[in-house]
Protein backbone atom coordinates (compact mmCIF):
# COMPACT_ATOMS: atom_id res chain seq x y z
CA UNK A 1 0.00 0.00 0.00
CA UNK A 2 1.51 3.55 -1.15
CA UNK A 3 1.53 5.84 1.86
CA UNK A 4 0.12 8.55 0.25
CA UNK A 5 -3.32 6.37 1.53
CA UNK A 6 -2.71 7.32 4.93
CA UNK A 7 -1.62 11.12 4.80
CA UNK A 8 -4.42 12.92 6.73
CA UNK A 9 -4.26 16.66 5.69
CA UNK A 10 -4.56 19.47 8.13
CA UNK A 11 -6.05 22.63 5.75
CA UNK A 12 -7.85 24.14 9.23
CA UNK A 13 -4.90 24.17 10.87
CA UNK A 14 -2.77 25.12 8.54
CA UNK A 15 -4.73 28.08 8.31
CA UNK A 16 -4.82 28.68 12.10
CA UNK A 17 -1.15 29.05 12.36
CA UNK A 18 -0.53 30.93 9.15
CA UNK A 19 -3.09 33.71 11.42
CA UNK A 20 -1.00 32.95 14.43
CA UNK A 21 1.92 34.07 12.40
CA UNK A 22 0.39 37.45 11.75
CA UNK A 23 -0.58 37.58 14.76
CA UNK A 24 -4.67 37.51 13.85
CA UNK A 25 -5.52 34.32 15.24
CA UNK A 26 -6.65 32.64 18.65
CA UNK A 27 -2.30 32.35 19.72
CA UNK A 28 0.10 35.30 18.49
CA UNK A 29 3.17 33.31 16.81
CA UNK A 30 4.25 36.52 14.98
CA UNK A 31 7.20 35.82 16.76
CA UNK A 32 8.06 32.64 15.19
CA UNK A 33 6.17 28.94 15.59
CA UNK A 34 8.28 25.90 17.10
CA UNK A 35 6.78 22.57 16.26
CA UNK A 36 8.48 19.75 18.34
CA UNK A 37 6.86 15.69 18.68
CA UNK A 38 9.10 13.01 18.63
CA UNK A 39 10.38 11.59 15.25
CA UNK A 40 8.45 10.16 11.99
CA UNK A 41 5.13 11.68 13.90
CA UNK A 42 4.38 14.28 10.47
CA UNK A 43 6.02 17.31 11.42
CA UNK A 44 8.10 17.44 7.87
CA UNK A 45 4.71 16.05 6.11
CA UNK A 46 2.60 18.52 7.95
CA UNK A 47 4.86 21.32 6.76
CA UNK A 48 5.47 20.26 3.45
CA UNK A 49 1.44 19.32 2.30
CA UNK A 50 -0.43 21.37 4.74
CA UNK A 51 1.57 24.44 6.05
CA UNK A 52 4.06 25.78 3.34
CA UNK A 53 1.09 25.46 0.69
CA UNK A 54 -1.21 27.73 3.03
CA UNK A 55 1.42 30.29 3.38
CA UNK A 56 2.10 30.06 -1.03
CA UNK A 57 -1.29 30.74 -1.43
CA UNK A 58 -1.52 33.77 0.95
CA UNK A 59 1.30 34.96 -1.43
CA UNK A 60 4.19 34.34 1.41
CA UNK A 61 7.89 33.50 0.32
CA UNK A 62 8.80 30.36 2.32
CA UNK A 63 11.96 28.66 2.77
CA UNK A 64 12.10 25.08 3.80
CA UNK A 65 15.22 23.43 5.00
CA UNK A 66 15.78 19.88 5.25
CA UNK A 67 18.77 19.93 8.21
CA UNK A 68 18.52 16.16 7.97
CA UNK A 69 19.54 16.25 3.86
CA UNK A 70 23.16 16.89 5.01
CA UNK A 71 24.02 15.65 8.41
CA UNK A 72 27.50 16.53 8.02
CA UNK A 73 27.00 20.21 7.08
CA UNK A 74 26.20 22.70 9.93
CA UNK A 75 22.72 23.80 10.34
CA UNK A 76 23.60 27.07 10.18
CA UNK A 77 25.08 27.37 7.03
CA UNK A 78 22.09 25.21 5.65
CA UNK A 79 19.42 27.44 6.64
CA UNK A 80 21.49 30.45 5.25
CA UNK A 81 21.82 29.06 1.92
CA UNK A 82 18.24 28.33 1.95
CA UNK A 83 17.56 32.39 2.84
CA UNK A 84 20.27 32.89 0.27
CA UNK A 85 19.04 31.27 -2.27
CA UNK A 86 15.17 31.93 -1.83
CA UNK A 87 16.18 35.77 -1.60
CA UNK A 88 18.29 35.55 -4.82
CA UNK A 89 14.91 35.58 -6.60
CA UNK A 90 13.98 38.70 -5.65
CA UNK A 91 17.77 40.57 -6.80
CA UNK A 92 16.39 43.26 -8.78
CA UNK A 93 13.68 44.45 -6.29
CA UNK A 94 15.66 43.82 -3.26
CA UNK A 95 18.31 46.67 -4.61
CA UNK A 96 15.73 48.94 -6.23
CA UNK A 97 13.86 49.15 -2.56
CA UNK A 98 17.67 49.03 -1.28
CA UNK A 99 18.96 51.84 -3.34
CA UNK A 100 15.70 53.79 -2.94
CA UNK A 101 15.77 53.48 0.83
CA UNK A 102 19.43 54.26 1.39
CA UNK A 103 19.88 50.91 2.74
CA UNK A 104 23.72 49.70 2.42
CA UNK A 105 23.74 46.47 4.49
CA UNK A 106 21.44 43.78 6.76
CA UNK A 107 22.54 41.17 9.43
CA UNK A 108 20.00 38.71 9.99
CA UNK A 109 20.73 36.99 13.69
CA UNK A 110 24.86 37.30 12.67
CA UNK A 111 24.10 34.35 10.61
CA UNK A 112 23.08 36.41 7.14
CA UNK A 113 24.55 39.32 6.13
CA UNK A 114 23.68 41.45 2.51
CA UNK A 115 25.58 44.30 1.11
CA UNK A 116 23.37 45.93 -1.24
CA UNK A 117 25.92 47.71 -2.91
CA UNK A 118 27.40 44.64 -4.22
CA UNK A 119 24.53 42.94 -5.54
CA UNK A 120 25.30 43.25 -9.27
CA UNK A 121 26.11 40.09 -10.19
CA UNK A 122 27.60 39.10 -13.49
CA UNK A 123 25.68 36.99 -16.11
CA UNK A 124 24.71 33.44 -14.68
CA UNK A 125 25.70 34.33 -11.03
CA UNK A 126 23.41 33.84 -8.40
CA UNK A 127 23.70 35.80 -5.31
CA UNK A 128 23.73 32.31 -3.85
CA UNK A 129 27.17 31.48 -5.48
CA UNK A 130 28.28 34.98 -4.66
CA UNK A 131 27.48 35.08 -1.38
Keep these: MSAAL???RRPNLAA??????????????????????????GKSTFLREDL??????????????DLWSNRAADPANLIAAAVKSALSKFNGVIT????????????????????FHSLDLPPNVTLLDAL
Design 52 to 65: LPAMLDRGWTTVYV
Design 6 to 8: FSF
Design 16 to 41: NYCDALVGTGIIDARSGLFLAAPRRT
Design 96 to 115: KLAKATGLEKVNVFGALSLN
